[in-house]
């Protein structure tokens, strides 16, 4: 029976390590980040892939840096076979990768050479990208630069956001590492090398990046907010006070000569809002300061058309000024 360490962090990773425990190899060992304060509270937490591994009785090493620490030579001494990654969040260092005869492969979201990086699912929601998929690549120096052992592409629904695509990607996942793994052991595959003139990139999303720009389209508003939909957000201002909008759409509306980022009417329970080139999105949730995260119809029980109709969203640099 193969052994296999498997290093991960998030509920992503959680599927595959699912799939590991459900197959025919042993998974000896879990390295994941360390347990974190989560919340207003700062309640210490376990990461999703501790919770998994600690009801099947897997060890666990959560070294701040992997790198130099002494949980790094206990690894390399467990006589692993190969060690999978998904969204581990470190570079996992070059003596561990060539510690096991099959050395390391990762579970990576994107279809690379395209999004490289920490956020590629972000990244192809809001670049409003018809598919993305799952790539099976081996580890690297490099980030997410190593030979790539096999790819499924998946579409991206008009309607998805990166809460509904983490869950298709990590099924995905988990099923073409598991196709993978057989031709892998059975040295019946040949990995390819990425092509350099196509690689693009897709750091961890920045909290300026979360803001909406209303000067763009409705349909790169949608983009925006589905892509940043259910975490990290998106956000922008009203009377000063800063509003997340969880949940529109793009619509066809009459022409206006209203500056961008106004709200110009209500429909169907929906704040209208300009956008460039004479486009509309309609909101239907959002979450005021310091409030929950309410419906506009909910909202405008309370609220007459008159109070909302004619107010302008702006951006924060708009506000200081």
Request: negative net charge; charged residues 20%.
């Amino acid at each position: 029976m193969k052994k296999i360490i498997f290093m991960g962090t998030p509920q992503f990773a959680v599927e595959i390590l699912a799939g590991l425990l459900q197959s025919p190899y042993e998974v000896i060992a879990v390295v994941t980040q360390p347990d974190r304060p989560v919340g207003r509270k700062k309640v210490l937490t376990l990461p999703p892939v501790k919770q998994l591994a600690l009801a099947y009785d897997i060890p666990v090493y959560q070294p701040e840096k992997i790198s130099g620490s002494p949980e790094l030579e206990e690894l390399m001494g467990l006589g692993a076979d190969l060690i999978v990654t998904a969204a581990y969040g470190q570079f996992i260092p070059t003596r561990l990768i060539n510690s096991t005869p099959y050395t390391a492969i990762n579970v990576h979201a994107s279809l690379l050479p395209k999004y490289r990086g920490g956020a590629p699912i972000h990244y192809a929601i809001w670049n409003g990208d018809s598919e993305t998929g799952v790539s099976i690549m081996y580890m690297t120096r490099q980030m997410d630069a190593g030979d790539v052992l096999a790819q499924r592409p998946c579409i991206i629904e008009k309607t998805d956001d990166v809460g509904m695509m983490f869950e298709k990607l990590a099924i995905m996942g988990r099923e073409l590492l598991l196709d993978t793994l057989v031709k892998l052991f059975s040295n019946e595959i040949t990995a390819v090398k990425q092509d350099p003139e196509l690689v693009t990139f897709s750091p961890q999303i920045t909290k300026e990046q979360e803001q909406l720009d209303w000067t763009q389209t409705a349909e790169r508003i949608d983009c925006h907010v589905r892509a940043f939909r259910p975490f990290p957000s998106t956000y922008t201002y009203l009377d000063n006070a800063r509003v997340k909008i969880w949940t529109g759409q793009p619509i066809d509306y009459p022409s206006s000569a209203a500056e961008v980022g106004t709200i110009v009417a209500i429909k169907r329970n929906q704040l209208v809002v300009q956008c460039a080139d004479n486009t509309h999105y309609a909101i239907s949730e959002w979450q005021e300061s310091g409030k929950k995260r309410l419906t506009i119809e909910k909202y405008l029980n309370g609220n007459t058309a008159e109070s909302i109709i004619g107010k302008q969203f702006t951006m924060q640099e708009e506000i200081e000024s």
